[in-house]
């Protein structure tokens, strides 16, 4: 079964330059999240999504980050414009709607701004 | 909101002893505790997780502990191998799959 995949891996950009990420979660996989991970810590949530719609977005800074989910598949996280405090692993999981909890990562995609 | 504490922040260990990871957790609510193993540039992989209706959850070197009253749970792994170096994270969410909240992460190295 194949996992969570997530690209680019790696992007450097200056400051106040936008980035986007991609995600393709797990077949089948209803629920959505993307987590930031900065350096050192543990990851925490940006924002989840159940199919295409949003289910808890209060920890993403919405002045200059974004995501959708159009399809109810893949997902875009997009920072603009970005800030050196941006800097971290950009962690996209999933996991089925109904049943367990357990959800899987992806690789993560890592983001230094400069 | 939830609030996960875990300790220590780095444990040595030589090959062979076992290691011990403790987290403490803020919501009586929270009844999913999984526990995440990430290696030097990879996305956190679950190694085992236990559920508030269980006490005790064992697989092969691992086992994971919950007290529900004392809000802790605990990771035991034995026979510790050098490929169990890496970085463990615990988390706890509510049901069905809302949000994980993660400890600050124990490094873990297992010494020859």
């Known amino acids: 079964e194949a996992g969570v995949a997530q690209s680019p891996r790696y992007k450097i950009i200056e400051k106040r330059q936008s980035v986007a990420f991609w995600c393709n979660p797990i077949?089948?996989?209803?629920?959505l999240y993307w987590y930031q991970q900065i350096l050192g810590q543990g990851p925490k949530l940006l924002i989840q999504?159940?199919?295409?719609?949003?289910?808890?977005d209060s920890q993403l800074p919405k002045d200059r980050f974004s995501a959708e989910r159009l399809k109810g598949v893949d997902s875009t996280l997009k920072i603009q414009p970005a800030k050196l405090e941006d800097s971290a692993v950009y962690l996209c999981a999933s996991s089925l709607a109904s049943g367990g909890n357990t959800i899987y990562f992806g690789e993560g995609s890592w983001l230094t701004v400069v | 909101g939830e609030n996960v504490e875990q300790h220590p922040s780095t444990l040595s260990v030589q090959e062979g002893d076992s290691a011990v990871i403790k987290c403490t957790y803020s919501d009586s609510a929270s009844n999913y505790f999984p526990w995440y193993k990430q290696e030097l540039g990879k996305g956190p992989q679950l190694i085992i997780d236990i559920r508030s209706n269980v006490g005790e959850k064992k697989d092969q070197r691992i086992a994971v502990t919950l007290n529900k009253t004392a809000k802790h749970f605990s990771l035991h792994i034995t026979e510790t191998q050098p490929e169990d170096s890496a970085v463990y994270f615990c988390a706890a969410s509510g049901v069905p799959a809302s949000k994980l909240t993660f400890g600050t992460g124990t490094r873990l190295q297992v010494t020859l």
């Open positions: 999504f159940q199919n295409n719609g949003v289910v808890d």
């Open positions: 077949s089948g996989h209803a629920t």
